[in-house]
């Protein structure tokens, strides 16, 4: 075999092996999306169920119509009830296909706004670890807070560490 050849052939197999990761993903979406629409059901509360793939985790999507505020109690003060809700949905998936699942799951646009707003303290913290030459350490996040921190901070070109024990784990961003 040429080495042409051998490329080829491993380009195809990583193409089924993508088709694959998104077919198990979209699986993972709806069984979340079932989840989700009985636990609506039973809230006796309206919303819809949108479903993605980004990278390796299947989103999903608990939106209302216009200035329905219903939702914001599955969002909690911080958060909290969100998390906890995407904890049962991550096990309602698991006992159906017997794989841990990394399912992210957004009610209301309640992560979204908040992967906006860390993203922008990740890029000023970067910038300021830059500008002082120290590194700057942030206040205790979950865990995809940090995730969202650290991306951030890699975007401007710094490193980042997280640090400590849960719950008191944080960011740290080191200078150049």
């Not at 636990?39 to 819809?48: P, V």
């Not at 990278?55 to 999507?61: K, Q, T």
């Not at 865990?143 to 944080?170: I, M, Q, T, Y």
């Amino acid at each position: 075999m040429t080495e042409g050849t051998t490329s080829a052939v491993e380009t195809e197999a990583a193409a089924s092996a993508d088709e694959s990761l998104v077919t198990r993903l979209e699986q993972e979406g709806d069984i979340a999306a079932d989840y989700l629409e009985g636990l609506l059901d039973i809230a006796d509360l309206d919303g819809d169920i949108d479903m993605d793939v980004e990278g390796d985790r299947a989103l999903v999507s608990i939106v209302s119509d216009g200035n329905d505020r219903s939702l914001q109690r599955l969002v909690g003060q911080d958060g909290e009830v969100l998390e906890a809700l995407q904890e049962l949905t991550r096990l309602a998936v698991h006992r159906e296909t017997g794989e841990r699942s990394r399912l992210m799951l957004d009610i209301a646009g309640f992560r979204a706004r908040k992967r906006e707003e860390l993203a922008a303290l990740g890029a000023k913290a970067a910038e300021q670890a830059k500008s002082t030459g120290e590194q700057v350490k942030l206040r205790p996040m979950t865990p995809f807070e940090r995730k969202v921190v650290h991306d951030a901070v890699a975007a401007a070109g710094l490193r980042s560490e997280s640090e400590g024990e849960e719950p008191e784990r944080c960011v740290v961003v080191l200078p150049v």
